[in-house]
């Protein structure tokens, strides 16, 4: 079953909209979770380190006020697209590991943000 | 040049086809390296952890050289549902477990 939720899974509203996704380990503490955003046949390219109680990372180029972290338990990250655009239309995916920063992560579900 | 760099394919194979897809890796401090499985907006999905000792499950070997910063998935009897795309991926483990993406390799296998 899924060891990582996300919520939602599909999001299509106008421009200038802000939009949170949720992102909660089920079952287990995550003390670092990750986002990530994939464009169409692209691959996913990491946007931020999420870390429990902490300001999250950011990859270069990502806006950091554009793209609020926040990680206030240890079952859930949340990510806010603030006043969103058509060029984040993408596909939001979040991640997090059970056993540790050495082994395979979980995907959540992914959300596919549509901008108008 | 990329961190992790994959021939993006598309790979089209008849059914029960053996295929194999390369993986390079530019980041020498890379501790532990997986593959997963992309199907079309989906979210990525564990295929296999791979060990330098080469590990095998069912039809998939994958190998690791590190010398040679390459990494290999063999795919045997290829079946219809194996179509999709096959991420090569780096974890930085020294970076609290950041994953590195390749830009994955397309498989279309056909009957």
């Known amino acids: 079953g899924a060891v990582v939720s996300q919520h939602p899974s599909w999001v299509i509203c106008k421009s200038g909209t802000s939009v949170k996704i949720e992102c909660r380990s089920l079952?287990?503490?995550?003390?670092?979770m990750f986002w990530y955003r994939q464009f169409p046949k692209q691959s996913l390219m990491l946007m931020a380190t999420?870390?429990?109680?902490?300001?999250?990372?950011?990859e270069q180029g990502v806006e950091k006020d554009k793209f609020l972290i926040n990680h206030a338990s240890l079952t859930l990250s949340t990510l806010t697209v603030t006043s969103a655009h058509p060029e984040d239309s993408s596909f939001y995916i979040c991640s997090a590991s059970w056993m540790g920063p050495s082994q395979p992560q979980h995907f959540g579900d992914g959300t596919r943000l549509s901008i108008l | 040049r990329k961190e992790v760099e994959q021939d993006p394919g598309p790979f089209n194979v008849p059914e029960g086809a053996t295929v194999a897809f390369n993986c390079t890796y530019s980041?020498?401090?890379?501790?532990?390296f997986f593959w997963y499985r992309q199907d079309c907006r989906k979210e990525p999905k564990l295929l296999m952890s791979v060990y330098s000792s080469g590990n095998e499950d069912g039809r998939f070997t994958a190998q690791l050289n590190r010398a040679s910063q390459y990494i290999s998935l063999l795919i045997r009897d290829s079946k219809l549902s194996d179509s999709a795309t096959y991420l090569c991926?780096?974890?930085?483990?020294?970076?609290?477990?950041?994953?590195?993406f390749g830009q994955g390799t397309e498989l279309s296998v056909k009957p």
């Open positions: 999420s870390n429990e109680g902490s300001k999250a990372t950011y």
């Open positions: 079952d287990f503490q995550a003390t670092t």
């Open positions: 980041n020498s401090a890379s501790q532990s």
């Open positions: 991926v780096v974890n930085m483990e020294n970076q609290g477990g950041k994953l590195i």
